[in-house]
């Protein structure tokens, strides 16, 4: 079991920035990918990015490329995601996920942390 916890939410107003925060524990050893996704209110969950940490490989949504970089360090067992340039649209909570090799979807998952942009 790997345990995820993300921090770094808040309010922001447009055009500001945030990063987020997520720090794995447990069986981190295993760990294959992490990655973010986001629910608005009323949507359905939508992925934002993802990382693979054996590789420097990193993905995208097209509406957040150019915008949001994913980073990680091994060593803590954390990735971050630095949000710039934000938009109203960006506000969500915005879920951590992981999983292992033979995975073929996130198993892992944290409690969210909440991103509002205000215009």
């Known amino acids: 079991q790997v345990q995820l916890v993300e921090s770094g939410g808040g309010l922001v107003q447009a055009g500001g920035s945030l990063r987020l925060s997520c720090a794995a524990s447990?069986?981190?050893?295993?760990?294959?990918?992490m990655g973010w996704f986001r629910q608005a209110p009323g949507k359905e969950r939508e992925f934002v990015a993802a990382?693979?940490?054996?590789?420097?490989?990193?993905y995208y949504a097209d509406s957040v490329k150019g915008r949001f970089t994913l980073s990680r360090d091994n060593a803590k067992s954390t990735v971050y995601l630095q949000m710039n340039s934000l938009k109203p649209e960006d506000t969500a909570v915005y879920y951590c996920a992981a999983r292992n090799s033979a995975e073929l979807t996130f198993s892992s998952w944290g409690q969210g942390t909440r991103v509002t942009v205000s215009s």
């Open positions: 990382i693979n940490l054996s590789s420097t490989n990193t």
């Open positions: 447990g069986r981190t050893r295993s760990m294959y990918s």
